[in-house]
């Protein structure tokens, strides 16, 4: 399984990224695909994640508004659109892949299979 997340950058604030998590060995039509995003000397966090079953997405309070997950089933790719984005987003983020219930996202240790992360800076 290798799950390959692209699309990041140096951006201005109030600027956009797309970032894109393309999966092989698995499909996401199976997995709930999620963003973590994480910074030195803090945890893993939650930006989002998307069932299985392409249900209402999750999203932490901090992005919420500004980013969107989607997903493309027939490239087995997840995304996340990133919009008016501020100095505090920058961050490695990192997709992943986990088959337990929602309740459980928002913990690292639940997911199965992990991308490599892709560095995203804002600029103030």
């Known amino acids: 399984v290798q799950l390959q997340a692209c699309g990041g950058g140096l951006v201005q604030a109030g600027g956009s990224l797309r970032l894109s998590c393309a999966a092989s060995?698995?499909?996401?039509?199976?997995?709930?695909m999620s963003w973590f995003r994480q910074t030195p000397g803090k945890e893993r966090e939650l930006v989002s994640g998307?069932?299985?079953?392409?249900?209402?997405?999750d999203y932490a309070g901090s992005v919420k508004g500004r980013y969107t997950i989607s997903r493309d089933t027939a490239k087995n790719t997840v995304y996340l659109q990133m919009n008016s984005l501020k100095p505090e987003d920058t961050a490695v983020y990192h997709c992943?892949?986990?088959?337990?219930?929602?309740?459980?996202?928002?913990?690292?240790?639940?997911?199965?299979?992990w991308g490599q992360g892709t560095q995203v800076t804002v600029s103030s």
């Open positions: 998307i069932a299985w079953s392409g249900g209402t997405p």
């Open positions: 060995g698995l499909s996401i039509r199976s997995y709930t």
């Open positions: 992943a892949a986990t088959q337990r219930v929602r309740s459980s996202w928002p913990d690292p240790q639940t997911y199965y299979y």
